[in-house]
């Protein structure tokens, strides 16, 4: 196989295989919560209210400054976005969180700032 026409088979496999790989659609899902300047707020969801499988992508969030699902997509990723659609802050313990969700290629919450580095699913 000559060199071009590898290149081109190489360049072509990478725009077609943007974000994680897996069969169909790739998919990944990132979270960031960062502290809220504004004091409490009554329209944020507390987390208390969340389902357990919820709580988890939230405390990992806090507790790493990420949250990350690729290529394997948890069910409470797309119903802990959905949650969001009205506020896009949290109340966790004694302090309101800003959000950060996107799923694939949509932003479903945007009053936290998104990550500096968009993380990896270990392609290339």
Known sequence: M??????????????ATPGCLGSGM???????????????????VRYEALPES?????QTAIEE????ACPELPD?????ADRFGESAYLRYRDTTYALWIRITDMVFATSASPPEK???CGFL
């Open 2 to 15: 000559n060199r071009r026409r590898l290149l081109g088979l190489l360049g072509a496999s990478a725009l």
């Open 26 to 44: 790739p998919d990944d899902a990132v979270v960031r919560a960062e502290p809220a300047s504004r004091p409490q707020d009554d329209t944020a």
């Open 54 to 58: 919820e709580q988890e992508i939230v």
């Open 65 to 68: 400054g990420l949250y990350h």
């Open 76 to 80: 409470a990723i797309h119903s802990f």
């Open 118 to 120: 968009d993380p990896s």
